[in-house]
C-alpha cells in the first residue's frame, strides 16, 4: 500500500508541473501506472501524442478534437440516416441506381461500407469476452445518435442489412416462409433499450469512422484488439469528465497508434523494413542470438514465427493475456521511448519463459503452447524482457 501511494504521489508531482517532462512520463510509465489511481488514462494521452506536455494547451486541444468528432458523426453516421419534414428517409442513394457501375457512385459505396460495417460488428461483439464491460451500458450514450428517431444509427444499419440479406438468401433457396428466419435474425442482434448503447456499439462506431476517414486502409480484421483496451482504459476512468469524453479521445489514440503500427495491418509492406515480416525476422536474430539451442530446435521443428508472433506483433500481445495484463504490458510499449522495440524483447521473453518445455516438446504440443500462452506473472515476464534488453 505504501508504494502504491508513493508512486501515485510521484505521477501527481509530475502532472502538477505546467509542462510534463516526457522523459519523467516514460520512466515511470514503463514500471508501470498504479491501477484505480486514475493515471493511466491521462498517461497514455500524452504518450500517444494526443495531448501534448504543456497543460495550457490541454482545453483548447481537446475541444477542437471533441467538436471534430462530432462533425464526423454528424457527416458519416448521421447525415446520412436523416429523415425529412413528412418523416420519409432521405436516402443518400436517392440520386443513384443500385446497377450504376460506376465505383464512385453513391449505392456502390453504400454496398462497400456495409461490407465493412458487418466485418466490425461482427468482431467487436466478441472484443474481450472473459468481461462483461463491452456487453454493459455506457454512463454517456451519443446524444447524436442515440434515443433520436430520425437518425439511423449503425445498430439500425446492421441489423436491416441483415435482415435483407436474409431475405434474399432464402427466396432464392425457394423458401417462402422468410419470418421464422427473421426472428432468429433479429435475436441474434438485440440490443439495450431505447436511449442506450453498449459499449462494444461505440466501438464500432469509432472503427467505421476509422475505416470511412482512412478509405486506403478502411478497416482490417485485428483492430478490434487494439481500440479495445484503449476505449476500455478511457471508459473506465475515475474522473466522469474524462469518462464523458471516453469515445472521442480513444479515436484519436488509436489513430495515432495506427499511424505508427499501421504497415503492420498492410499485406502489401509484410516485407518492407517496417513491415511485420522484418520484425519477426528481428525475433528471430534475437531468439539466435539470446538462445542459439532453443533457436536450434525451432529451425529443426519449422517452427515459423509467423505461425504464432504474427498475431503476438501485428496485435501488440492484446490476444495472449487477460486484459488487465495487456493494459500493463502496454504502460511499457508506449513509454518506450524507442517505439515498439521493447516489444521485441517481450516476445523474445515470452520463447524463453517456456524454454523447457519447447526444447522436449513435438511440433504440435510446440505450436499449441506458443498459439495459446500460458497464464504467468506477467510482471515477472516484463522483467524478463528488461534483463533481454540490458544485455
Known amino acids: 500500500m505504501a508504494n502504491f501511494k508513493a508512486r501515485c504521489q510521484m505521477f501527481k508531482d509530475l502532472f502538477d508541473k505546467d509542462i510534463i517532462s516526457i522523459t519523467d512520463l516514460q520512466i515511470l510509465c514503463f514500471n508501470g501506472i498504479p491501477d484505480s489511481s486514475g493515471y493511466r488514462s491521462l498517461c497514455w494521452k500524452v504518450l500517444l501524442n494526443y495531448l501534448s506536455t504543456k497543460k495550457s494547451e490541454w482545453p483548447g486541444l481537446l475541444l477542437k478534437q471533441r467538436n471534430l468528432y462530432d462533425t464526423f458523426i454528424d457527416e458519416m453516421i448521421v447525415t446520412p440516416g436523416t429523415m425529412n419534414k413528412t418523416g420519409s428517409r432521405v436516402d443518400v442513394t436517392l440520386e443513384d441506381h443500385p446497377l450504376n457501375p460506376n465505383p464512385d457512385g453513391k449505392w456502390m459505396a453504400f454496398f462497400k461500407d456495409n ?5 466490425i460488428n461482427k468482431d467487436v461483439r466478441r472484443l474481450c469476452p472473459d468481461i462483461s464491460f463491452f456487453q454493459q451500458p455506457t454512463d454517456y450514450p451519443c446524444q447524436a445518435i442515440v434515443g433520436r428517431k430520425d437518425v439511423e444509427s449503425l445498430r439500425d444499419r446492421v441489423q ?6 436474409a431475405n434474399v438468401t432464402r427466396n432464392r433457396m425457394g423458401i417462402t416462409n422468410v419470418s421464422l428466419f427473421k426472428k432468429r435474425a433479429q435475436e441474434e442482434y438485440q440490443h439495450l433499450s431505447q436511449g442506450q448503447e453498449a459499449h462494444w456499439e461505440v466501438v464500432e462506431r469509432i472503427l467505421f469512422l476509422y475505416a470511412k476517414l482512412n478509405p486506403g486502409q478502411s478497416y482490417v480484421q485485428g483492430m478490434n484488439e487494439i481500440i479495445g483496451p484503449i476505449y476500455y482504459t ?18 484519436f489514440c488509436f489513430t495515432n497508434l495506427m499511424s ?9 509492406l509484410d516485407h518492407s523494413t517496417t513491415g511485420i515480416g522484418a520484425m519477426m525476422k ?8 539470446k538462445d542459439f539451442n ?4 525451432f529451425q529443426a521443428q519449422d517452427l515459423k514465427p509467423q505461425f504464432y508472433s504474427f498475431r503476438w506483433i501485428t496485435l501488440l500481445l492484446s490476444q495472449e493475456f487477460p486484459l488487465p495484463d495487456v493494459i500493463r504490458v502496454w504502460d511499457s510499449l508506449f ?17 524463453l519463459w517456456l524454454r523447457d518445455k519447447l526444447l522436449h516438446g513435438d511440433f504440435p504440443n510446440n505450436m499449441k503452447l506458443l498459439q495459446n500462452f500460458p497464464n504467468t506473472d506477467i510482471h515477472c515476464l516484463l522483467e524478463k524482457a528488461v534483463e533481454l534488453r540490458k544485455r
Not at 343 to 351: N, Q, S, T
Open 160 to 165: 436491416q442489412t441483415v435482415l435483407r440479406s
Open 115 to 119: 461490407e465493412v460495417l458487418l466485418q
Open 260 to 268: 505508427e503500427i499501421r504497415d503492420f495491418f498492410i499485406k502489401s
Open 282 to 289: 528481428r525475433l528471430m536474430d534475437m531468439l539466435q542470438e
Open 294 to 297: 532453443l533457436w536450434q530446435r
Open 234 to 251: 478511457f471508459a473506465s476512468d475515475p474522473d466522469p469528465e474524462w469518462r464523458k469524453y471516453a469515445e472521442a479521445d480513444a479515436f
Open 335 to 351: 513509454a518506450d521511448k524507442d517505439r515498439f522495440d521493447f516489444l521485441i524483447y517481450v516476445c523474445c521473453a515470452m520463447i
